[in-house]
């Protein structure tokens, strides 16, 4: 006879769930005899009921077995905290080192601006007076170039302009009407010149 599945939900007759938890529990402890008799391997199982009684299962000394279970926990837990704690470590000296770069730049535009040179020495000062012309000759190639640009481009609209203005142009509603010769006339045949 073949065994049909049945849906892994909580029982809710009390009388059955306390047979299947008997029934599963000794097969639960039957497995771990065996796995632990088949391939030599120490097993420990923990269950405790709904009413909170113990059953349990050593393949050999379960206080041992349960120190055991502790010190590998420890170690790995441990690892991981240790990992943490390296991340974090690393991360604080990193921000330190960053926070030195950012003073540094800090006091050094400070320097550029003409402040704190109270410290600096006569070297420092000639190097500040190099960097500060160099910027400067650098932002007034930038300013001529953006003039010579605009300058450009308003000769182009002048020129553009007065091209506009010297092309012949169509003036046909100033016309006068006796400017136009035609054969045509009004009135009788007789009136014409």
């Known amino acids: 006879m073949v065994r049909g599945k049945i849906e892994i939900k909580r029982i809710e007759d009390v009388t059955s769930r306390h047979v299947t938890f008997s029934k599963r529990r000794k097969g639960l402890l039957k497995k771990a005899h065996e796995l632990s008799v088949l391939c030599d391997a120490q097993v420990a199982a923990i269950v405790f009921s709904q009413k909170g009684r113990l059953y349990d299962f050593a393949s050999s000394d379960m206080q041992k077995m349960?120190?055991?279970?502790?010190?590998?926990?420890?170690e790995y837990f441990g690892a991981e905290r240790l990992q943490k704690q390296q991340y974090v470590q690393d991360?604080?000296?990193?921000?330190?080192?960053?926070?030195?770069?950012?003073?540094?730049?800090?006091l050094h535009c400070r320097k550029l601006m003409g402040q704190d040179l109270d410290s600096c020495s006569v070297e420092e000062l000639k190097e500040i007076t190099t960097k500060?012309?160099?910027?400067?000759?650098?932002?007034?190639?930038?300013?001529?170039?953006?003039n010579e640009d605009r300058i450009e481009k308003l000769k182009a609209e002048s020129r553009s302009l007065e091209s506009e203005k010297s092309a012949p142009s169509c003036s046909c509603g100033n016309m006068n009407l006796s400017d136009v010769e035609t054969d045509l006339s009004i009135g009788l045949p007789q009136s014409r010149v």
Request: charged share 40%; aromatic share 0%.
């Open 66 to 74: 349960i120190e055991r279970c502790e010190i590998h926990r420890g």
């Open 132 to 146: 500060i012309e160099k910027s400067l000759t650098i932002v007034r190639s930038r300013k001529a170039k953006l």
């Open 91 to 106: 991360l604080k000296n990193e921000m330190a080192i960053t926070m030195d770069k950012i003073k540094l730049l800090q």
